[in-house]
């Protein structure tokens, strides 16, 4: 069974950090490019980071630059993102993305919080 597990979202206070996990299952993991979306409240998705399939390139959304770092090991089918500085309206459900051609897979989702 193909799918994507998020995990490592939860309460934050603004200025803290976060670490999610993205945990692959049943694809050629290093055969994908890895994205993650996140979606706020009355809010449309919209793309945080992504990462090529060796991780040589590396995307970011001008609003987190400098503040999240994305990373994978194809190793242990996992893709992280590091997220520094956070702000009250970064609360959102973030997304893990595997993309290859046509072939798009999400996760669930997972809730992150940025409130004092």
């Known amino acids: 069974q ?3 597990v998020e995990s490592g979202g939860g309460l934050v206070q603004p200025g803290g950090s976060l670490r999610l996990s993205c945990a692959a299952s049943g694809l050629t993991f290093s055969s994908y490019v890895v994205s993650w979306y996140r979606q706020g409240p009355g809010k449309e998705r919209e793309l ?3 990462i090529t399939t ?3 390139r ?3 959304a001008d609003s987190v630059k400098g503040r999240f770092t ?3 090991d194809n190793a242990k089918n996992m893709v992280y993102l590091q997220m520094n500085s956070l702000k ?7 997304y893990c ?4 051609w046509t072939e798009n897979i999400w996760g ?3 809730l992150v919080t940025v409130s004092s």
């Open 2 to 4: 193909v799918q994507l």
């Open 48 to 50: 945080v980071a992504r």
């Open 54 to 56: 060796t991780g040589g």
């Open 58 to 60: 590396l995307n970011y």
């Open 70 to 72: 994305i990373s994978r």
């Open 88 to 94: 009250p309206e970064e609360t959102a459900v973030y």
């Open 97 to 100: 993305n595997a993309a290859i």
């Open 108 to 110: 669930k989702g997972t």
